[in-house]
């Protein structure tokens, strides 16, 4: 499966930290909105995250980039999807783009009674 993209936002100044760079944290939920919206779209239905490793911020934002985040589906279980997730800053005032983060998100199918369930088609 091919990298989709799942989510594009602009840098606002409520998503700093103290010295004025977009804060990893603001980047990591970006990366965990993308990645969920991959997963609930490839499991048709509700999908949560249990574990969120091997965070990288490779490149820095500033207030007013656009942060594109893409996402692929890069292992799938009974009941779980594993999802890569990067965000790729774009200068607001230009074209130079720059990877600014990077993580995987393993997330489990839950039925309407909040139980693992199979993804369809698997057994």
Not at 39 to 55: E, I, M, Y
């Amino acid at each position: 499966m091919a990298e989709d993209l799942v989510i594009r936002v602009t840098a606002m100044p409520t998503d700093l930290n103290p010295y004025g760079g977009v804060f990893g944290g603001w980047l990591m939920s970006q990366l965990a909105l993308g990645a969920g919206s991959l997963a609930s779209r490839q499991g048709k239905g509700k999908a949560v995250v249990v574990l969120a490793t091997d965070f990288t911020f490779p490149g820095t934002m500033a207030v007013g980039d656009e942060l594109s985040i893409f996402a692929e589906i890069i292992a799938q279980g009974r009941t779980s999807l594993t999802v890569a997730a990067r965000g790729e800053g774009r200068e607001r005032h230009g074209e130079k783009l720059t990877e600014v983060a990077k993580g995987q998100f393993k997330f489990v199918l839950l039925d309407e009674n909040g139980l693992p369930r199979a993804l369809n088609g698997a057994d």
